[in-house]
């Protein structure tokens, strides 16, 4: 149907980890073997992966269990990680995804335990077993061809968690610093039910809001490792098509209104905003007190980096305070296509209207690289792009 999106909903009431990412995804249609011949592209050895069905509170889901031999290739460090990434054979999109993940989580570790990220020595993280979780969790979404995901607000437990370095309450430390921004709760008995392999994976692959409107493919449950008593310990996923239902989500607006700043800084305070993860920077003219011309500068980004941002522009800027505050957003499902022309290829954003109709917009950086290399005017690139994509085949 037009406009239709594969989607993927985790429901984490009985919270979330590597394994029963895994295991849900298994449960819910993805093929073991498939899982096991792309995993294997990581090019290395000593592991195994199986699964099997348990049984959690009366009902019945898949435990994954990643088995490690001696031969097991040791990652005590993130630049082993990144290496057996970034010499694999997967996709150059699961490379991105998989070292954005470990990248998060080891920068999490090493900022509660106070080192440099390239001096930290993995040591709850697992080490072979977590790259195996998180590349499998990268590859699992692909072969499933989801497009979108989704997740609900994590339920992380209670009580008390123990490892090297002390005891503390849950969620972990690290745990904690990967789920800044993200809705959490506590319900249940007193156990760790969000481990960092499972926040790291899911904060950077999901988007956190309620179940949306969809029609329901398949349903599959992932077994966590312990028997939690009342609470079933399964992270749900449900696989279905959601057909153009805008998203709602919340941003930070940060704004102020300058009139005293030499013009150059704004490009150089653009870039920097834009690098630390501002959603939009814009710059609008307006007329301030005693006539005098001026510029309001409006910043919109996530509510966890509103902090980070105020505190660029009060650095970069001659301003004396800021306005911060949120805003509730609607905004289109999307996904990017790629769009072929005679010069080369084009990313198109494709956005999907209620009711089921397309919007496009080719992405403007392609279209500008191409006109220079191949001395064609963007517009030119624009319209091949535009057959293209609304041609049957495009």
Partial sequence: MEGVMRTGYFDASAGISGDMILGAMVDAGLELPALRKELKKLNVGGWNITGGKVRRSGCQGTKIDIELSGKAVSVPRLRDALRIIRKSRLSAAAKEKTGKI???????????????????????????????????????????????????????????????????????????????????????????????????????????????????????????????????????????????????DTVAVIECNIDDANPQIYDVLMEKLFKAGALDVSLCPVIMKKNRPGILLCVISEPSKSEEMSELILNETPTFGLRVYQAHRRKLQRKTVIAK???????????????????????????????LKKKIPVEQINRAVQKNIYSPEG
């Fill in 102 to 248: 470990f990248f998060r989580l080891a920068g999490a570790e090493a900022k509660v335990h106070g080192v440099r990220v390239d001096r930290l020595h993995f040591h709850e993280m697992g080490s072979m077993d977590t790259l195996i979780d998180v590349a499998g969790a990268v590859l699992g979404m692909e072969l499933l061809g989801l497009e979108r995901i989704y997740c609900s607000p994590l339920n992380v437990g209670s009580g008390s968690v123990s490892f090297s370095h002390g005891t503390f309450a849950v969620p972990a430390p690290a745990t904690l610093e990967l789920l800044k921004g993200i809705q959490v709760y506590s319900a249940g008995p007193e156990a760790e039910l969000v481990t960092p392999t499972g926040a790291a994976i899911i904060t950077s692959l999901a988007e956190f809001r309620q179940r949306p409107l969809m029609k329901v493919l398949k349903t599959g449950y992932g077994a966590g490792r312990q028997n939690l008593g009342a609470l079933a310990n399964f992270l749900r996923l449900t696989i279905g098509e959601t057909a153009g239902e805008p998203e709602k």
């Fill in 341 to 371: 022309t005679p010069w080369g290829n084009v990313r198109v954003k494709v956005g999907y209207l209620p009711g089921g109709k397309k919007r496009f917009s080719p992405e403007y950086e392609d279209l500008k690289k191409i006109s």
